[in-house]
């Protein structure tokens, strides 16, 4: 197996954290339905944990609109920045994301960017994940194949899924309401999974020692021939 050289990661739920995104969001459907908070929530989480889009969905459910999403309540994990940092020491960092306009600048103003390489944004690109056009711009870009790259991210169906079939290694990062999801195929199975980003950092240097350990040990196996 190749060995990685750039780590591409999704953003939402992933490097940034939104869980008062979603809490606003169902707040305001609530308002706007006319019912109490708590049941929007557990309603949402239901729906999450059946592999659906639970705020989508509930705001259908209620015959309301979908109201905007909130920026300016997304925050940076506590360890985004030091595992970023750390990571970048061994690979090129880039970003396969859907997200709006301007998400270079926002991962400026995070204080992350100078740790990432490559940004590729729905936004910027004009096609959006699950698309497997998207990874494959990201690759071009970087100049790197399939086997050498791996995917990040929250969501199997956004994530996982076609960075897999693109032949990328994959890790799961079960945060947020993307790590409700329940797997149902094979096709859908990550090479890891991660439930924190210092755990991503574990699992990484794991897979690199196991692969210099087995590297030595066939070549020593080859020698005695």
Known sequence: MSKIKWLFFDVGSTLVDETMCYKQRLTN?????????EFVYEKARELYEQN?????????????DLPKWTIDAE????????????????????IIANQALGTADRLKSFGILEYIDLVIASAEEG??????????????????????AMMIGDRIDNDIFPA??????????RQGFGGMWKIQSDDEL???????????????????KSKSLLE?????RGNKR
């Open 52 to 64: 659906r889009r639970g705020d989508l969905e509930i705001s259908n459910m209620l015959h309301v």
């Open 164 to 173: 897999k079939k693109l032949g990328m290694r994959t890790m799961w990062l």
């Open 127 to 148: 096609v959006a994940k699950p698309d497997l056009k998207i990874f494959e711009i990201a690759l071009e870009r970087a100049g790197v194949k399939p086997d050498e």
């Open 190 to 208: 990550p090479n890891f999974i991660a439930d924190s980003l210092p755990e991503v950092v574990s699992i990484l240097d794991w897979d690199e």
């Open 29 to 37: 459907i609530a308002k706007s339905a006319g019912v109490e908070p």
């Open 75 to 94: 925050r940076l994990y506590p360890e985004t920045e030091d595992v970023l940092k750390e990571l970048h020491e061994k690979y090129k960092i880039g």
């Open 216 to 220: 030595t040990t066939m070549n020593t």
